[in-house]
């Protein structure tokens, strides 16, 4: 592809998951040159684009929209400000890959996508994993019945977040739309919609909250499926790192590692379980941000609805809603 047909991307924030993931996955990006940056700060976007080498900066996230060259916006910003800024992208006629959860609850993601519905936009929710070659592996795994059929899940995100210089990350504060559910349970959710291929009917969620901070800093939750099929998820700031999920039938077990969060160079292992055999596939690591501005950028110029659709975020908020609205109520909540 020459450089006049590739997509001209701006990012709103100098936000860290941009510096360590999405200006690479742009820049290698074959259909995509990262263009702009903009900064509440002059001199913040100064400085990320001279570290990053791009040709523009803006001291406004505003004035980045206003760029006509610009055709498609990421936003990697507190999740409170990612509906707002949608929109404010939408209304300036960019497509968006905003970062996940795309936003505090289900509504403000149905408004959303019908804005971007009107003005024949594309958003697309920043579900990297989903291209990693690891998730479709294990999904292959399971419609091709390697272990029959499946019927639990069990997901595991966490990271400590307890450490003096992270008292201020954004993710520790409710009115910014943290908490672990909404940074890390997030994912185990929409993993296991994706592998059950199903919306669960029912959840149950319990969660902690650290006398020093607003959001939550731990939950756990159980799904409940139509099929009969159930799964559980952790999130958590509290325990150490993982990233981990098993997918189990009465005949065998999938278990996929390390899978969530910048994999570039790591190479990633499923262990698939029959009885008392166990194979292990190591997939070599891949730039899957790159894998997913890509296809962000073929959905809008094929006129495809991307691979995560405006359905799957939607209903993922859905779930979220009411893992939240358990742990508040300590009740079963009907999605
Ligand atoms: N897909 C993934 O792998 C992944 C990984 C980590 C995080 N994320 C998501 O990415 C988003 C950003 O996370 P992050 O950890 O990279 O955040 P971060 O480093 O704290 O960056 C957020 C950026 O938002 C801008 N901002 C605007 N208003 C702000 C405010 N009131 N307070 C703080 N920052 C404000 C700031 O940019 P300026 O000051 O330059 O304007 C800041 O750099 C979140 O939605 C998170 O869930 C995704």
Redesign the pocket.
Known sequence: MNHENKAKWGIL??????KK?LVPGIKDADNSELFAVA???EG??RQFAEEFELPSYYSSYENLLGDTEIDFVYI????H??HEWTINAFKKGKNVLC???LGTNSGEVEEMFEIAGKENLTLME?F?YRFHPQTRKVKELIEKGEIGEPSFFRGAFSFPLITEDRDD??RWKEE?GGGSLM?LGTYSVNTVRYLFGEEPNRVFGRNFTHPDHTAEAETQAILEFPSGKTATIDSSFLLTDRANYEVTSKNGRIQAFDT???RRGKRLKIDIDKGNTRETEVLEGVNEYSLEVEHLVDSVREEKTPFVSPEDSINNAKVLDGIRASAEEEKWVQV
Not at 13 to 18: F, P, Q, R, S, W
């Open positions: 924030g100098t936000a860290n998951i941009a993931a900064s509440r700060s913040k976007a990697p910003l507190p999740n400000l990612h970062e996940k959860p920043g990297m990350d954004i910014m940074d969530y969060g910048p």
